[in-house]
């Protein structure tokens, strides 16, 4: 039987399932402050102590701006620091493809591949008019594949180097055709963005950098993606489900009813929202908790409706312009009340909050405490 949830509710399991309650940090020396209440003074999560654990516990997190994909695992990982985040690229935990809507995530490289297996025939198809106004064929395509795998045996490249490789073949990489020959690359499962790379990642061949898995039925695939979603996403819709892995209304049905036994059903309004059932017993009241985000964070962009954490009248400051660009958000008790950038003053990093509202002498007070946990993540300004 469904459970009735208030929105409160529903903010305070998103916060839980997505581990950015309780990622905070015990014996800070900041107890007794009289702020403790509003910053990160949660019980850290043992669950996800690692940026790879919080990877898995997502299943995908949104990376096509790798410093604030970085900090969306660092902030959810406690303790953590960039280098420990960059380790796990390194050692090949995590991967950086695109398995979910043709965008950038990070995921656990063995999640890689039965990922693919349902979502990349459909992600293919949607580009192929874009590809035949590039002059990009089945041909071009195979042709780039076989200099993929003879380049990158054995290696990684960065992608000015992979590119060079391309071109010195006789491939034209002009204008947007690098970008999508890499993409198409990504989508068959040759290659994938591994160890780090200057501030980014390089490439590498994703049968040399993941070892093989047995292969998942199509079924299996759909419900492993289904329990893995709202685990690391709920309470969500069916609607989010099938939006945020570009899923058709028919798999996103299967892969619910598949996962079904594992999930408890919550309602909001009369609408059905879905948490894996471990999730929504370990879930518990926490008091009210200041969040500084990175811009295209889960939180935000894990949902097809996000007006449970972003009302829709400040949805433009966010997104200013409805350009596609999310801004990094500041969050108190589950809702974006602003946002915040980080700038370069006198050679030291600033961390500035925009509220949609003035904020509280204590959400500002907690805020600024969050501002110093990411400034010592990220390290100093470039």
Not at 206 to 225: G, K, S
């Amino acid at each position: 039987m469904a459970t009735p949830v208030t929105a409160k509710d529903m903010r305070r399991f998103r916060l839980s399932t997505q581990r950015i309650r309780g990622s905070g940090i015990k014996g800070s020396g900041l107890e007794g402050s009289g702020i403790q209440a509003l910053g990160r003074q949660e019980t850290p999560d043992p669950r996800a102590s690692s940026a790879a654990g919080v990877t898995r516990q997502l299943l995908a997190v949104q990376a096509q701006d790798f410093p604030q994909a970085l900090w969306a695992l660092g902030l959810r990982t406690p303790n953590a620091t960039r280098a420990e985040v960059l380790a796990a690229l390194t050692s090949g935990q995590l991967v950086r493809s695109s398995p979910l809507r043709g965008t950038l995530f990070f995921v656990a490289a063995e999640d890689l591949r039965w990922m693919l297996s349902i979502t990349a025939a459909r992600s293919l198809s949607s580009m192929a008019t874009r590809h035949g106004q590039l002059g990009l064929d089945a041909a071009t395509f195979d042709r780039a594949r076989d200099v993929a795998e003879t380049a990158l045996d054995g290696t990684a490249l960065g992608r000015d180097e992979f590119l060079h490789a391309i071109e010195h073949h006789g491939i034209s990489t002009d204008g947007q055709r690098g970008y999508h020959i890499i993409w198409n690359l990504a989508q068959r499962g040759i290659v994938c963005w591994g160890p780090p790379h200057g501030r980014q990642q390089a490439l590498v061949l994703v049968a040399d950098w993941i070892p093989q898995q047995p292969a998942l039925d199509r079924e299996d695939a759909l419900c492993r993606l289904a329990q893995r979603y709202f685990t690391g996403h709920g309470p969500a819709t069916l609607a989010d489900l099938a939006w945020w892995a570009k899923l058709t209304m028919t798999d996103a049905r299967t892969a619910l009813a598949l996962a079904r036994p594992l999930l408890t059903e919550l309602t909001l309004d009369g609408a059905s929202h879905w948490i894996a059932s471990e999730e929504a017993e370990m879930a518990s009241s926490a008091p009210p908790s200041v969040y500084a985000l990175p811009g295209f964070d889960e939180y935000l962009l894990g949902y097809q409706d996000r007006s449970l954490a972003l009302a829709p009248e400040h949805a433009n400051r966010v997104v200013p312009g409805g350009n596609g660009i999310f801004l990094p958000t500041v969050v108190v008790d589950g809702k974006v009340v602003g946002t915040w950038r980080r700038a370069k003053s006198g050679g030291k990093a600033t961390i500035t909050a925009e509220a949609f509202d003035t904020l509280s002498t204590r959400h500002a007070a907690a805020f600024a405490r969050e501002g110093r946990r990411y400034r010592a993540f990220a390290g100093p300004p470039d």
